[in-house]
């Protein structure tokens, strides 16, 4: 049976204007797992709900093996946030003490290494670190107390391509043992085309789908076509649809059925961000 670092089942939350509805989906152990869709459509309500941080108004949580956040050990959660969660005030040197008393994993050797890797200096207060410096800061923490799970919300955002592929290679290595594992949400889903496992696309509050990565790579695919091909297309084979200038672009799940079945029109494959923005803006046939 697979193991799971991480489970939701039936997660909802109400707030006056907006409500995480029935969330369910899992985190293997050994995976990466990307959490996409719009702003606002819940991904951070998702990781908050997870954390403790938001109080889920039903459904349960399972992380590593324990359906109550107190009794995970701090030690084996490894948190990034888009932002800085960090006192400001003080400097990298003061923190990596604090840190020290903090955790009964952190390991000193590896912090060092990583604001060396970084080139962030140890004895400037963070409150005058940049955004990038900020986030590479974060990430530096999250991984020197040997976490098992590592959560991320928008860890790349703000950073230059080469310092975000630098990390995409991190979290890589990271799971490599097949013990570790990464839940990150992130709204470059090229990002995400590179390392996850499975994608999470979460809309309105709702989730759209929880699919192996490869098999929306290589079996989704997007039909362009004038408007007689359009009206003579199997509704039931369309996920959504736009209608630009002069054709008709058409979401279907079955790309290889689609070039079979249409040979006259042109049937190319789907990114994550197009799958995404087709569910998000695309009309419905059904």
């Known amino acids: ?60 949580i399972t992380m590593l093996g324990s359906s109550n956040i107190d009794e995970v050990s701090k030690d084996e959660i490894g948190v990034v946030f888009d932002g800085n ?46 955004k990038g410096m900020k986030m590479k800061y974060s990430i530096s923490v999250a991984f020197s107390h040997h976490s098992k799970l590592l959560i991320l ?14 990390i995409l290679d991190m979290l890589l290595d990271f799971i490599q043992d097949e013990e570790h594992s990464v839940l990150v949400s992130s709204h470059i889903t090229s990002d995400l085309e590179k390392i996850a496992d499975y994608i999470v696309f979460i809309h309105e509050g709702k989730i759209i789908f929880s699919k192996p990565k490869d098999e929306l790579l290589e079996k989704y695919g997007i039909i362009k076509c004038g408007a ?7 509704k039931e084979e369309i996920i959504a649809y736009r209608k630009q200038d002069y054709e008709w672009q ?3 799940a079955d790309r290889q059925k689609a070039e079979k079945k249409y040979r006259k029109a042109m049937v190319i494959p789907a990114n994550i961000d197009e799958i995404m923005l087709m569910y998000v803006r695309g009309g419905r046939t059904r």
């Open 228 to 234: 007689a091909q359009f009206d003579a297309l199997d």
């Open 153 to 166: 919300d928008e860890a790349t955002s703000g950073l230059d391509p080469i310092i975000r592929d630098e």
């Open 1 to 60: 049976m697979e193991k799971l670092a991480l489970k939701l089942d039936g997660v909802t939350k109400h707030y006056k204007d907006f409500t995480l509805n029935n969330i369910s989906f899992s985190v293997p152990e050994g995976s990466i797992v990307g959490l996409i869709g719009e702003n606002g459509a819940g991904k951070s309500t998702t990781i908050n709900s997870i954390l403790g941080l938001t109080k889920k108004d039903s459904g349960t």
């Open 250 to 252: 058409v979401l279907v």
């Open 85 to 130: 969660n960090y006192p400001d005030v003080l400097n990298p040197k003061q923190l990596g003490k604090v840190f020290a008393s903090i955790y009964s994993t952190w390991d000193m050797n590896t912090y060092e290494k990583m604001l060396t890797k970084f080139k962030l200096p140890m004895n400037k207060k963070i409150k005058n670190f940049s």
